[in-house]
């Protein structure tokens, strides 16, 4: 079981404030989008959640317990960031192993977890490739391949595709939908691209100015915005 449960988080930078005041309950197995425009605090948010970055004030939960005071590593979440270093004198199978070594785990265990994670994604045939033999699609897969093996109870994507060109956006689209059909885990994803929001969204949170302006399936956004913000937001996409 792993839910997050978010309540009251607020976060300054100096005199900016940020984040003020996001209460939200994503369930187990959901998959959350957070949209809003650039700077509006979305990457601010999953980091809080990671524990990459401390709330000023409130309180986040996963899997019913409390995470707030928490390392990133003991949180049972794994994150893939917009820019995803993979070590370029690794192979795509070192990559992939190289937390699960970090954390002394067994030999055959991480193999198991590599392989599996690998079969998932389709890269079983570039496990010994240097990740400057891949094209962007395979390596972000590879990233993504990192977060797998941790087998995480909660993904955070930051932005996972935003990095791509817009065909391979597409593709890639269809292949997070894919994964989360398969592990049936809960994803917080983030992105400013509306399309994006309306494909993969269980539910699509729209932050604008550092509070939840609106929460809801992608049609009910659609169809009722509560604000004018949002029907800008959700009706016209780029
Ligand atoms: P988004 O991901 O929605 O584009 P961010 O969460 O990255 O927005 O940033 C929200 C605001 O907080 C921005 O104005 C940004 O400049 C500021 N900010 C983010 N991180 C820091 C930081 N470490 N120090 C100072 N300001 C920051
Ligand atoms: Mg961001």
Redesign the pocket.
């Known amino acids: 079981m792993a839910d997050v449960a978010l309540s009251g988080i607020r976060k300054s930078?100096?005199a900016?404030e940020?984040l003020k005041g996001v209460d939200l309950t994503i369930a187990d197995g959901e998959f959350v989008v957070f949209v809003?425009?650039?700077?509006?605090?979305?990457?601010?948010?999953?980091?809080v959640v990671a524990g990459l970055?401390e709330a000023d004030a409130g309180e986040v939960s996963i899997g019913g317990r409390v995470v707030t005071d928490m390392s990133p590593s003991d949180r049972g979440i794994a994150m893939v960031f917009q820019s995803y270093a993979l070590y370029p004198h690794m192979s795509v199978y070192q990559n992939m192993a190289f937390g699960l070594t970090l954390a002394k785990a067994d030999k055959a265990e991480i193999d198991r977890r590599v392989r599996a994670a690998a079969e998932t994604l389709n890269i079983t045939e570039y496990l010994d490739r240097k990740p400057k033999a891949l094209s962007g699609g395979q390596r972000q897969r590879v990233a993504i391949g990192r977060a797998i093996v941790r087998e995480p109870e909660v993904f955070l994507f930051?932005?996972p595709l935003s990095n791509l060109d817009a065909a391979l956006r597409v593709r890639m689209r269809y292949e997070f939908a894919s994964l989360h059909g398969r592990l049936k885990t809960t994803m917080v994803y983030?992105t400013?691209d509306q399309v994006e929001a309306m494909t993969l969204a269980d539910r699509i949170v729209v932050?604008n100015g550092g509070v939840v302006e609106q929460v809801g399936a992608p049609m009910e956004l659609y169809e009722n915005p509560r604000t004018l913000f949002v029907a800008q937001f959700i009706g016209s996409p780029k």
């Open positions: 930078f100096g900016t940020v809003g425009p650039s700077g509006c605090g979305k990457s601010t948010l999953l980091r970055e930051d932005e983030v400013h932050l």
